[in-house]
């Protein structure tokens, strides 16, 4: 019986490793490619990498030269969804807005609370703290917009009282696996609503 063969997309990364990606990362962004808010996230998520597969998706939309610092056998489709991140977040919108979008990490538990306001949710690039994530949106004359890939699981568990919480339709059917992660949307909507809209990964 042979011994299983290592996979590459797994192995541990070294500090040096990240400081290739973070030095990508500046480049891109001293080209105008990243913005400083980009610049940020990707590097908050680069310094949480353990494996080269949680590297993979960060410089996945610059030029080849940000595979370069991957081991060859790694190709992006090995990139796992779930990667080391925190395990709760909580965001408040009032008379404002709050969003999230492109390269970052969907914590375990994410709260976001829209009074006469609203939040728009990106995750077709998010990896994910966990295999299943919960997202609790509490909105009074406010509401949420949340965005998924073909990838993603998603769960609808809201309540709405004079609005409401829809969840994706079959416009762009979902693509699940074994390893697809799972969203849980939770919360009530006061004369507010949450809506989950399912679309396409975004074409570099």
Same mark, same amino acid.
């Given at each position: ?10 192995? &541990? ?7 290739? +990606?973070a ?14 808010d ?10 949480? =990498? &353990? ?15 940000? =595979? =370069? ?8 489709? %090995?990139?796992?969804?779930?990667? /080391?991140? /925190?395990e709760?977040?909580?965001h +408040? ?18 709260? +976001?609370?829209?009074?006469m ?6 995750? &077709?690039? !998010? *990896?994910? !703290?966990?295999?299943?994530? +919960? ?8 509401? =949420? %917009?949340i ?8 769960v ?14 079959d ?8 390893g697809s992660?799972?969203? &849980? ?9 949450? !809506? ?5 990964? *975004?074409?570099?």
């Open positions: 019986m042979g011994e299983l063969e290592p996979d590459p997309a797994q192995m &541990r990364i070294s500090d040096a490793d990240r400081h290739r +990606v030095e990508i990362l500046r480049e891109a962004a001293g080209e105008g490619r990243l913005d400083l980009e610049l940020e996230e990707r590097l908050g998520a680069t310094y949480a =990498a &353990r494996t080269y597969a949680d590297l993979v998706p960060i410089t996945l939309d610059l030029p080849v030269a940000g =595979a =370069a610092t991957l081991p060859a056998q790694v190709s992006r489709a %090995q990139a796992s969804p779930v990667v /080391p991140g /925190p709760s977040e909580s +408040v919108a009032i008379l404002g807005g709050f969003d999230r979008k492109g390269v970052w990490i969907v914590p375990e538990r994410l709260s +976001v609370f829209a009074m306001g609203g939040a728009d949710l990106d995750l &077709r690039e !998010a *990896k994910f !703290a966990a295999q299943e994530v +919960v997202i609790t949106v509490n909105c009074f004359m406010g509401g =949420a %917009q965005t998924v890939g073909p990838h993603v699981n998603v609808m568990e809201g309540t709405g009282i004079m609005g409401g919480y829809s969840g994706p339709g416009k762009v059917p979902a693509e699940l696996d074994a992660p799972t969203v &849980r949307v939770r919360g009530v909507a006061v004369w507010g609503g949450v !809506a989950v809209e399912r679309k396409a990964l *975004k074409r570099r």
